[in-house]
């Protein structure tokens, strides 16, 4: 359990889309999954770099005591390194 400072990752997280989309950091480029629950006070994501083998996965709650971030099996540098610099991709149409 890592404390989450509540004007840089929560920020960053919050401005990111909700549902599935394609970001990129650096060089790479990622399928990315942005899940909504319990009113919005947790937030999962995960995101699979697109050609590679990279794989980040997070989950973060907004709690009474304070924001926490909770990298999965991964150290906390990377997934806030991660969502600090994702860009998403503008959305392609299918049409």
């Not at 909504?36 to 996965?57: H, M, P, Q, R, T």
């Not at 989950?59 to 906390?76: D, H, K, Q, T, W």
């Amino acid at each position: 359990m890592t404390p989450a400072p509540q004007s840089g990752v929560e920020a960053a997280l919050l401005a990111l889309p909700t549902g599935v989309f394609r970001g990129q950091t650096g060089n790479r480029r990622y399928v990315v999954s942005k899940t909504l629950f319990n009113a919005g006070k947790s937030i999962k994501l995960v995101a699979e770099e697109l050609g590679g083998d990279d794989y980040i996965s997070l989950n973060f709650y907004r709690l009474n005591r304070g924001a926490r971030l909770y990298p999965c099996e991964m150290s906390a540098k990377k997934v806030t390194d991660f969502v600090m610099t994702l860009k998403p991709e503008p959305a392609q149409d299918d049409a």
